[in-house]
């Protein structure tokens, strides 16, 4: 199974950019599909964007369509969280997760990292 470490995490100004990364460390990287979900205070985790186990599908949340891209690297067991156009309303701590058939579930999950984003 991997180990999950996210970094990038940061403050930045409404309309700026942070690229997340999400590093990971044992198991066979390249077959999970990777996911990047968030939690702001005082609400539920919420699903923000995933990609298949080649990089050729992804997925994302309305909320950030059109502003965060998902991208992964196998050879360096890299996914990564392009985020261009940061609101407040983006602030949270940002998770990556790795999901592997026959588990239907995201499976293990990173510590977090914080991305505040002010007004």
């Known amino acids: 199974q991997v180990q999950l470490v996210e970094s990038g995490g940061g403050l930045v100004q409404a309309g700026g950019s942070l690229r997340l990364s999400c590093a990971a460390s044992g198991g066979t990287f390249s077959t999970y599909a990777m996911g990047w979900f968030r939690q702001a205070p005082g609400k539920e985790r919420e699903f923000v964007a995933a990609?298949?186990?080649?990089?050729?599908?992804?997925s994302y949340s309305e909320s950030v369509k059109g502003r965060f891209t998902i991208s992964r690297d196998n050879a360096k067991r890299m996914v990564h969280l392009q985020m261009n156009s940061l609101k407040p309303e983006d602030t949270a701590v940002y998770y990556c997760?790795?999901?592997?058939?026959?588990?239907?579930?995201?499976?293990?999950w990173g510590q977090g990292t914080q991305v505040t984003v002010s007004s």
């Open positions: 997760a790795a999901k592997r058939p026959p588990n239907l579930n995201y499976d293990p």
């Open positions: 990609i298949n186990w080649r990089g050729e599908f992804t």
